[in-house]
């Protein structure tokens, strides 16, 4: 019954948002039975569609960014080329900063301000990934309708700048009383049922995430990110996502299994993923394993002997260059009728843990050891991330090519585990062009096979998306004013 309420509220919500800023006679006229006008709609009606598509915006990123980071291929190898991700561009503009806008302004008539400091955390979550898509994005002026059809686009730095701002003030208000007498509603609240203690560990988990970004680009210091990301999740419970039901089906398991078994356009999985988790990059020292047992939780390989990822633009071979054999699993945690969307969660926390205390003991993409404290979470994050996939992981943790000890630990450990378990999960192509997509950090990572990639920019790895057409249509000047080629880094990519 989940989506099926957020199908309908979200309705309800787009239809009172689109119309406001009509005329009266046009509602006397046009308005379809039924509607609900913006003044009729609750905050809480209004909550569950922007939760539904914020996490619909992140798999629209991941299906471009996905193949990039080489989790998965097209069918059979494809190497995706330039990439627009208008359906996380529509998801935001569309769906979901207009129904924050009018929650922002019924909290504050209301002195709702945990609903005001949810709102808040939902924005900074679709600035930040529509920021890491594009770089300069609409904000300031974004959202104003018919007062302003051609908004000026936000520089990467002011985008920021906001959404540590929007974090900040949401955790301020979630540490104080909210005496409105208004809450957030299980119903509403798709991710967490109206806990605000998870909402506020939520924001300082993901204002550590954007933290983090800014390290190499010297904004923000390791120590930083460990200031924030202690008071961040504190278990699995805390993961940020939102499942679906046999009524309303998971879009991977839809987009995928029932593709697959369809005949119908489908992605087969890449062997930078299996490589790394099947010990070709990481061969196993104790004898007892052959993959990670990760591994068939995210993907099948029909029962054959070896695991063989695609690898990235052939015409579905290997690396051995004999035929791959390795396709998203049916009922894998992902990839089931009921599965859920990722956003963050606490085994990635770890890893950002883990990585910040490496940094800040002076570690470097290619330094051997580290504190203590970073070689503690980095073993919390794999046992995080093996109690989530719902895999026994003892094995795996004590092979001694995972459980290095302290003194020998690198950061291609830490990053491998981040990779593995955020499987789906835009968040790596980020970390790929962090460390500039460097196969020291990210182990056996090359750039897709130029036989059959997209041609106008060989031997470049792509760094940001195109505008959307239909906002370069909308928008030229602004469009044109702030459009860069792919292969060209964002503003803390520089």
């Given amino acids: 019954m989940m989506k099926k309420n957020i199908t309908k509220i979200m309705l309800i919500a787009i239809l009172a948002i689109g119309v406001s800023a009509c005329s009266d006679e046009y509602f006397d006229v046009n308005t379809p039975s039924g509607t609900a006008l913006q003044e009729q709609l609750r905050m809480n009606d209004l909550l569950a569609p922007v939760i539904h598509s914020t ?8 299906l471009s960014f996905g193949n990039y980071a080489q989790n998965f291929v097209s069918q059979g190898g494809g190497a995706a080329g ?14 979901i900063l207009p129904n924050i806008k009018v929650i922002k302004e019924k909290s504050a008539t209301e002195g709702a301000v945990h609903f005001s400091a949810v709102a ?8 930040g990934i529509a920021t890491d898509t594009w770089d300069n994005i609409p904000y300031s002026q974004a959202s104003q309708g018919q007062e302003n059809l051609f908004p000026t686009f936000d520089t990467q730095e002011q985008i920021y700048t906001e959404i540590f701002a929007l974090l900040d003030n949401a955790i301020a208000a979630l540490q104080g009383d909210d005496n409105s007498g208004i809450s957030v509603s299980k119903g509403s609240d798709l991710i967490y049922d109206g806990d605000m203690e998870k909402w506020l560990r939520a924001a300082y988990t993901l204002k550590a995430r954007y ?3 800014l390290v190499n680009k010297g904004n ?3 120590n930083d990110v460990l200031s924030t990301i202690a008071n961040g999740f504190e278990s699995n419970d805390d993961n940020f996502l939102m499942f679906y039901d046999d009524k309303n089906i998971n879009p991977w398991y839809s987009g995928e299994i029932l593709a697959r078994n369809t005949g119908n356009f489908h992605h087969d999985i890449a062997s930078q993923l299996v490589s790394s ?11 007892v394993l052959t993959i990670d047992p990760r591994l068939p939780v995210f993907a099948t390989n029909d029962d054959e002997a070896e695991w063989k990822g695609f690898v990235s633009g052939t015409l579905g071979l290997a690396p051995d260059g004999t035929n791959a054999n390795t396709f998203f699993a049916k009922d894998g945690y992902y990839t089931s009728i009921d599965s859920p969307l990722m956003l963050i969660s606490f085994a990635e926390a770890m890893f950002i843990k883990a990585e ?17 404290e970073a070689y503690e979470a980095y073993l919390a994050g794999i046992n995080a991330s093996m109690s989530m996939y719902g895999v026994n992981g003892a094995d795996y943790m004590a092979d001694t090519s995972v459980d290095v000890g302290e003194g020998n630990l690198m950061l291609n450990h830490i990053m491998k585990e981040k990779y593995i378990n955020n499987f789906l999960n835009p968040e790596t192509f980020v ?13 056996g990572l090359t750039i897709r096979n130029e036989e059959d990639a997209d041609g106008d920019y060989t031997g470049q790895w792509f760094r940001r998306a195109n505008y959307p057409s239909s906002e370069l249509n909308r928008n030229r000047a602004n469009v044109e004013a702030n459009q860069k080629t792919p292969v060209e880094p964002v503003w803390w990519d520089q």
Avoid at 82 to 95: A, D, P, S
Avoid at 120 to 127: G, Y
Avoid at 431 to 443: G, I, L, N, P, Q
Wanted: no cysteine; net charge negative; aromatic share 12%.
């Fill in 211 to 213: 933290q983090l970004h």
């Fill in 356 to 372: 910040a205390s490496f940094l800040a003991n002076g570690g470097t993409t290619t330094s051997t050891g580290t504190t203590t």
């Fill in 55 to 62: 996490l619909e915006g992140q798999r629209s990123a991941e």
């Fill in 220 to 222: 923000v210091s390791p």
């Fill in 431 to 443: 970390d790929h062009r962090r460390y500039d997509f460097s196969d020291t950090v990210f182990k």
């Fill in 120 to 127: 808040d955390i939902l924005t900074a979550v679709n600035l």
């Fill in 277 to 287: 988790m099947n010990g070709d990059y990481y061969p196993f020292k104790s004898g």
């Fill in 82 to 95: 330039e990439t627009q991700v208008g359906g996380l561009w529509n998801q935001i503009y569309l769906f």
